[in-house]
Each structure stands twice: as structure tokens, then as C-alpha cells.
């Protein structure tokens, strides 16, 4: 077992599902392999290591994040310009930081950061983080553009991930202009904050201070004095520029937006928007220790 830093990478390819419908088992398979074939070259041709393919994803380690880069680069390139039987196209997401490598496999924070970035990206796009463009020379961190902020699973705190761009110039103009208006959006969100009011309570709450538990036992961070409240009821969280309710109860949460009709959520969740009503009980127009008002 060895302790180290590497860029781990996982390509997958996007659209296989509906490829499989449409030109059946055999003929879909032949098609995937092929481009997996090409993942894995362009992989090794930039000193990657594959550590494993998963039905058309792979999962591949680096020694330098420019590396990692590098053949992400060539895999967009290949997949954008060839014709493998199919108009398929291929997410990418990667991550530099420590691993864990035992027995021919890697493990730690590494792995599971890169595993969530390429379910954040899309087909044709290459995702990453602010570690990793802090590991990367001055020219390549050019080419990386602010695409959000988030909470990368486990973590604690909301970080800034980024979008590579791998087109010529002259192909991502329009690329390059929404990623500085995704810039300016990102800078004006920062200061968004969520006003509780409960009882004699008023909680304000920042990006910093999600998840905010909210429920009838002692252990929340709002403790609710209702008996048709769970114990951990709901949760609020912050993604993607809004805070976010999540139920978690038996019994379910009803909120009402100012303005619109209640809605009922049961190990659901939904965006707070505006100014309204959050109730632990169908009673949500009467007043009382089962509801409580939000500013968003």
C-alpha cells in the first residue's frame, strides 16, 4: 500500500443507454467498445495508468494534473472529429489530491472528488476542481473557466469547480462568453442568505451554514414543537446558488410559496423561492408551533 498524489480520471461515455435501444445489444456493444478503446490510448499516450473499466466508463490515474489534462484534451478532440458507428459524445471528470493505491487499485478523497465531478458534467464537457487548477502551470490554468459552486460529496464546505476548454478558438467564442457571464452570476450569489422566522426565533443562514437541520429531537440544529414533526425532519441545503428543502420525514412537509398553491413533499425536495411558509402539519394557514416563515 503506497500513499501518494495523482490526478484520477473517469470518462464515461454519454448516451450509451439510448445507443443500446436503438441499434441493439451487439452492434451497440461493438460501438462502445471501440470508443473505449480510444479512451484507454489516449489515456496511456499521456503516461496514465487504467485502473479500471466499468461497462463504457474508465477510470484511469495520472502523476501531474496536466497530464490528466492532457488526455481529456486528446479524448474530447477524438470523439468530436471520428465517427465510432454512433453520434456519441463523452463527460469527463478528474481530480489531483491524495490517494491510497493498493493492490493494482486506488482509493481516497481523490477518487470519490473526480467520481462526482463527472456526474456534474455533461457530454463534451471536462469538469474540475480548484485543487486541480492550483496543480496546474499558468497556460493551462487559462483555459479553465468558473462553471459553479458546490458541495462535493462529504465535504463540508461549497467549493468552486471549473470547465476545460478544449475547442479551438474559433469554435468557443460563445463557450468562453457564458462561462465569464457564469463568472459574474457566481460573484453575485455569494451573498445570498435565508431568513427563518420560528416562534421567537430568527435564523439567518449563509452558504456556510448548510446543512441547517430542522426536527423534534434534541440533536437539530432547530428543534420544532410539533408532534406530527419527525425527529429529524427536513433539511436545509445549498446548491447551486439556491437553498434547498429536503424532507426526510414520516409524515411529510407541506410548503407554500406567497402567492401559490402548498405543496406536499415526502422524502422530496425543492428550491425556496421568495418569501413563504413552511409547515410540519396540513394546517399550514393556521398559526401555530407546526409552521414557520422564510425569507429567501
Given at each position: 500500500?503506497?500513499?501518494?498524489?495523482?490526478?484520477?480520471?473517469?470518462?464515461?461515455?454519454?448516451?450509451?443507454?439510448?445507443?443500446?435501444?436503438?441499434?441493439?445489444?451487439?452492434?451497440?456493444?461493438?460501438?462502445?467498445?471501440?470508443?473505449?478503446?480510444?479512451?484507454?490510448?489516449?489515456?496511456?499516450?499521456?503516461?496514465?495508468?487504467?485502473?479500471?473499466?466499468?461497462?463504457?466508463?474508465?477510470?484511469?490515474?495520472?502523476?501531474?494534473?496536466?497530464?490528466?489534462?492532457?488526455?481529456?484534451?486528446?479524448?474530447?478532440?477524438?470523439?468530436?472529429?471520428?465517427?465510432?458507428?454512433?453520434?456519441?459524445?463523452?463527460?469527463?471528470?478528474?481530480?489531483?489530491?491524495?490517494?491510497?493505491?493498493?493492490?493494482?487499485?486506488?482509493?481516497?478523497?481523490?477518487?470519490?472528488?473526480?467520481?462526482?465531478?463527472?456526474?456534474?458534467?455533461?457530454?463534451?464537457?471536462?469538469?474540475?476542481?480548484?485543487?486541480?487548477?492550483?496543480?496546474?502551470?499558468?497556460?493551462?490554468?487559462?483555459k479553465l473557466e468558473v462553471f459553479d459552486k458546490i458541495r462535493l460529496k462529504g465535504g463540508k464546505k461549497t467549493a468552486v469547480i471549473y470547465i476545460a476548454e478544449w475547442e479551438d478558438d474559433q469554435e468557443s467564442n460563445a463557450t468562453m462568453f457564458m462561462a465569464a457571464v457564469?463568472?459574474?452570476?457566481?460573484?453575485?450569489?455569494?451573498?445570498?442568505?435565508?431568513?427563518?422566522?420560528?416562534?421567537?426565533q430568527n435564523i439567518t443562514l449563509s452558504k456556510n451554514d448548510v446543512p441547517f437541520t430542522i426536527g423534534r429531537g434534541a440533536d437539530v440544529d432547530l428543534t420544532i414543537d410539533c408532534n406530527m414533526a419527525s425527529r429529524s425532519h427536513c433539511t436545509i441545503d445549498y446548491r447551486?446558488?439556491?437553498?434547498?428543502?429536503?424532507?426526510?420525514?414520516?409524515?411529510?412537509?407541506?410548503?407554500?410559496?406567497?402567492?401559490?398553491?402548498?405543496?406536499?413533499?415526502?422524502?422530496?425536495?425543492?428550491?425556496?423561492?421568495?418569501?413563504?411558509?413552511?409547515?410540519?402539519?396540513?394546517?399550514?394557514?393556521?398559526?401555530?408551533?407546526?409552521?414557520?416563515?422564510?425569507?429567501?
Amino acid at each position: 500500500m503506497s500513499n501518494e498524489s495523482a490526478a484520477i480520471m473517469f470518462s464515461d461515455v454519454s448516451g450509451s443507454s439510448r445507443l443500446f435501444k436503438e441499434v441493439g445489444d451487439a452492434e451497440a456493444r461493438a460501438i462502445i467498445s471501440k470508443v473505449v478503446s480510444m479512451m484507454i490510448n489516449k489515456t496511456q499516450a499521456q503516461n496514465g495508468t487504467v485502473i479500471k473499466t466499468i461497462g463504457d466508463e474508465v477510470m484511469a490515474s495520472f502523476p501531474t494534473a496536466q497530464a490528466a489534462l492532457n488526455a481529456a484534451t486528446d479524448i474530447q478532440k477524438d470523439i468530436d472529429t471520428q465517427y465510432y458507428g454512433a453520434p456519441l459524445t463523452i463527460r469527463i471528470g478528474f481530480h489531483f489530491g491524495p490517494i491510497i493505491e493498493e493492490a493494482g487499485d486506488v482509493y481516497g478523497e481523490a477518487v470519490n472528488d473526480a467520481a462526482d465531478l463527472v456526474k456534474i458534467a455533461k457530454g463534451g464537457q471536462i469538469i474540475t476542481s480548484e485543487q486541480t487548477r492550483q496543480a496546474l502551470p499558468p497556460e493551462s490554468q487559462d483555459k479553465l473557466e468558473v462553471f459553479d459552486k458546490i458541495r462535493l460529496k462529504g465535504g463540508k464546505k461549497t467549493a468552486v469547480i471549473y470547465i476545460a476548454e478544449w475547442e479551438d478558438d474559433q469554435e468557443s467564442n460563445a463557450t468562453m462568453f457564458m462561462a465569464a457571464v457564469n463568472t459574474e452570476i457566481a460573484a453575485a450569489i455569494e451573498a445570498r442568505s435565508l431568513q427563518i422566522e420560528y416562534e421567537d426565533q430568527n435564523i439567518t443562514l449563509s452558504k456556510n451554514d448548510v446543512p441547517f437541520t430542522i426536527g423534534r429531537g434534541a440533536d437539530v440544529d432547530l428543534t420544532i414543537d410539533c408532534n406530527m414533526a419527525s425527529r429529524s425532519h427536513c433539511t436545509i441545503d445549498y446548491r447551486r446558488g439556491k437553498f434547498v428543502l429536503v424532507d426526510k420525514s414520516t409524515n411529510g412537509t407541506y410548503l407554500a410559496a406567497d402567492g401559490r398553491e402548498p405543496l406536499y413533499l415526502r422524502r422530496e425536495e425543492t428550491p425556496l423561492m421568495s418569501t413563504g411558509t413552511i409547515s410540519f402539519s396540513p394546517e399550514i394557514d393556521e398559526p401555530g408551533p407546526h409552521r414557520m416563515r422564510y425569507i429567501c
